[in-house]
C-alpha cells in the first residue's frame, strides 16, 4: 500500500492562511494525517504552534540545497523595504552579466522549488500538494487520489484560447523545452496549477534526473537560472509524467471535479461573506481559496476573513453545516 501525506511549504506571510487550513483539516478529521509544512527557516518560531498531530515542520534549511538557503537568505535581505533598490541593481546584474546569482531567489520561488525536492527527502510514496491559501470545506481522503495502486495524475486540460492568462502557454513552452520534448502551442495543454496536485515520488525522482542529465545541473539550478515566472513547478511535473499515464500513474480529469470557491478579486473580497457562507453550504463545494496577494502594494492577509471562516469550521464540526 502507498503511503501519502499533504505537503505544505508556507512563510510568515501567510500564517493567518495557514491557520484556517490547519483548522479545516482537524475540523474534517484530517488532524492526523502526515502534513509536511515547509517554512521559511527564519520563520520556524511562528510556527511551532502547529506542531500537533500529523504536522511535520521542515525548515528550508532541511530541505534546500546549502547554496540555495543561503541565496534565498540574501535575496530575502536585499528586497527588504529598505533595500529595494539594492534588490533592483542586483537584479539588473544578474542580467546583464551574471553576477549575484541569488537576485531572483524570491520566497515563493524557493516554495516551488521546495515542493519538487520534499518527495525525495520526506519519503512517502504520495505528496497531495496544498498551497497554504486552501482550506476544505469537507474532509480530504488521501486515498482517493490514488487508483489501483497507483497515483493520480490530476489534469485540468485546457486549450490556449481557454488559459486564464498569458503564463500557462509560457510554462507549457518552458516544460517541454527543458525535457526537450515537441510542443503544439495550439493542442490542449494540463494547465493545473492550483492546489491539490499530486507527485508521486518514482516520477520526481526521474525528472531530477532527467533534467540533470540534459543540461549537466540539478534541476533546482536549472529552474533558478531561468527568468522568474517564466516555469511552473506543476506544470512541469504534468508534461513530465504524461510518459507514465497507464504504467505508473491513473489519469484523473479535474475540470468539473475538485471545486473550489475563490476570493481574490477586489469585488470578490467585498462579497466574501456570501462566498464563505456559500462555500460551505454547497455540497458540490470542495475547497475555498483566498487568495494570498503578495504583489499587492499593502499586503492582503486573510486575516479580516479568518473569524467568519473559524465560525463556519466550528458549525460544521457541531452538524449545523450540511455536507455530503
Partial sequence: MLSACIVTPTWAGDLHHFRMLRRSLEAFGNGDTPHVVIVHTEDRPLYRQ?????????T???VLPEAVERGRLACARYNGADGSWRAKLFRSLRKRWGWFPWATYFGWQ???ISKLLIPLKARFDVCVNLDSDLILCRRLDLAEFVSD???QLLDNRLFPAEFPHRHPGLWTETAHRLLGMPHDPMAAQNVRTDTPVVFDRS?????HEEVERRHGAPLYDVL????PVSWSEFVLYNVFAERFVGTRLQRRLTRDTLLEQCIDTPEERADA???IGRAFESPHIRFLRIVSQTRDRARWTGEEFESQVLS?????VAGHVPKL
Avoid: H, S
Fill in 50 to 58: 502547529f506542531e500537533r498531530g500529523g504536522v511535520i515542520l521542515m
Fill in 224 to 227: 533558478l537560472a531561468l527568468k
Fill in 312 to 316: 463556519r469550521l466550528d458549525a460544521a
Fill in 60 to 62: 528550508t534549511a532541511e
Fill in 273 to 275: 461573506a456570501r462566498l
Fill in 110 to 112: 524557493v516554495q516551488q
Fill in 203 to 207: 516520477v520526481i525522482r526521474e525528472l
Fill in 149 to 151: 495502486g497507483r497515483p
